[in-house]
């Protein structure tokens, strides 16, 4: 265990992995920190120079947040100019970009030691590093640092991904059919093949994924504390095991959501498909809870089989939707969008019936989950967008595709009550019909009902665990709150159970 002394500046270095939905939170962390406790710590969010680029334009110079950049040479690692974040690469070269990311090593190595220190000399206070940036816990340990990793996944979706990486239990599924255990979870919590990734799936035991994961994992399980991107309360099975299983003390800090006065462009720097207003404008035009939003995170699409079968049933289901299209699976994710990849003259009829609106690529997902017109968000549930969703009370249509996403749909529809699941990844064939009949239960006046009863009780729990109010605080305040205080006095962390 590290431990602080009094001399030491109380500087945070906080380092994401190069992908949105982990880059969005980390800067949401460091924000939350500089406005809880202003002038106390010097916070700098670290990153290659595109991903600096892009959170610098989204960054008030007020906010209290340095940046810095690495610099970075995807080229040695077979990637593109340009590409330095896994939603501006295709699928096939995702490992390139984990690959990149820790040679990123001696730079921050560098960076922590010597160029960080300016006043007195010393390292920095604390590093927290994303979970897959785990060999940044040999700089801390060099340094007498402070380690902390940050998940940007809740706590259930974060303990299964470790443990399924780390035992590939699956491999001992005899069929698709079988379902099977995961160790360190209760004999109940069963999985089938089918919720796994096509590259989890086919991995083995020399696999260069597992081989990365695994270290990675092994890492974070040697950090310090780990804070979890969620409300303890919200998901208190998923905490526990979390902390049981890596026997890191656990901090529930979240949901750290960026803050809804910095459009959804500006926090991923990301080019709109459609202006917040034109968004706003079209949802107000709709009655309350009537309109369907589908997306599927930073950087994922369906297949073509499955995009014209969506959009069939979409249209079939007499909804309203927004929807945020990307050329399907195995396409340029960068290329222009093509008419043919929807049934015949289906955007010109949404377009024309006041029903539809596709938006090409990015769209303002905060400002359209916090419309009164939005009834439910067809989602990969990656965890932003599940919080951001629960944050507003929007039940969801679960359609996972990859990592955690299969297990997040799994508690949200068994445990929480929250969602449906309508499909898994992109090689089963969907079907209109059935698109048709999930929208129409979530959006209806039975089971939708209870949906978004419970989705409004998520909201509220949220809501309680990130409020201040006459000297008390929620407890993900608290959380965090406990472990600026272990971080600063260089005492042991001891995770949600101290807070
Ligand atoms: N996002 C957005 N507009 C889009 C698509 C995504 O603002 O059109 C944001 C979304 O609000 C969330 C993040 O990108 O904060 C996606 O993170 P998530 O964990 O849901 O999924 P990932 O992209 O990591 O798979």
Request: charged share 20%.
């Amino acid at each position: 265990m590290a431990v602080g002394t009094a001399a030491r500046r109380q500087h945070i270095v906080l380092i994401p992995f190069l992908a949105q939905g982990h880059i969005i939170p980390f800067l949401a962390l460091a924000r939350r920190i500089a406005q809880r406790h202003p002038g106390r710590f010097i916070l700098t969010v670290v990153s290659t120079p595109l991903n600096v680029r892009g959170l610098r334009s989204s960054l008030h110079p007020d906010a209290g947040v340095l940046l810095r950049e690495l610099p970075f040479r995807g080229a040695d690692h077979g990637l593109p100019p340009g590409a330095e974040s896994t939603d501006s690469v295709p699928q096939g070269l995702l490992f390139k970009v984990f690959q990149a990311s820790a040679s990123l090593r001696t730079e921050f190595e560098g960076l922590v030691a010597e160029d960080i220190p300016r006043e007195d000399g010393c390292p920095p206070l604390c590093i927290i590093a994303d979970v897959f940036m785990g060999w940044t816990v040999h700089v801390a340990r060099q340094l007498g640092v402070f380690h902390a990793t940050f998940t940007t996944c809740g706590g259930l979706g974060t303990a299964a991904y470790f443990a399924i990486w780390l035992h590939l239990p699956h491999l001992n599924a005899a069929s698709e059919e079988d379902d099977f255990g995961v160790p360190g979870f209760p004999e109940t919590f069963r999985l089938r093949r089918s919720q796994m990734s096509p590259t989890l799936k086919n991995a083995h035991e020399r696999d260069p994924w597992v081989i990365l994961l695994r270290e990675q994992i092994t890492f974070c399980c040697s950090s310090d504390a780990m804070l979890c991107n969620n409300a303890e309360a919200l998901e208190p099975t998923g905490t526990a095991l979390l902390q049981k299983n890596t026997g890191v003390p656990v901090f529930s800090i979240g949901p750290i959501l960026p803050p809804e006065t910095i459009s959804s462009a500006g926090r991923a720097a990301k080019v709109l498909g459609i202006a917040p207003e034109a968004c706003i404008e079209w949802l107000d035009a709709h009655p309350p809870r009537s309109v369907l939003y589908v997306s599927f995170g930073s950087q994922n699409s369906v297949s073509a089989q499955q995009m014209v079968q969506l959009a069939a049933g979409l249209e079939a289901s007499g909804r309203s939707f927004i929807w945020v299209i990307r050329p399907p699976f195995g396409f340029d994710v960068k290329g222009q969008f093509r008419a043919e990849w929807l049934p015949e003259g289906f955007e010109e009829r949404a377009r024309s019936s006041g029903r539809g609106l596709l938006v090409r690529d990015w769209a303002p997902q905060l400002e359209i989950l916090a419309h009164g017109s939005v009834g439910a968000f067809l989602s990969h549930c990656g965890w932003n967008s599940t919080l951001e969703s629960l944050a507003r009370g929007v039940p969801l249509i679960g359609w996972p595709m990859a990592a955690e996403q299969f297990y997040n749909v799994k508690m949200l529809e068994e445990e929480m009550g929250v969602c449906v699941e309508l499909a898994r990844g992109l090689v089963q064939e969907v079907e209109a019909a059935e698109v048709e009949r999930v929208v129409g239960m979530v959006m209806g006046e039975e089971k939708g009902k209870e949906m978004r009863r419970r989705a409004v009780k998520a909201a509220e729990v949220i809501r309680a665990a990130t409020r201040e109010e006459g000297g008390e605080k929620g407890t993900s305040l608290a959380a965090l709150d406990a472990f600026l205080e272990a971080v600063q006095q260089g005492t042991p962390a001891t995770g949600n159970s101290a807070a």
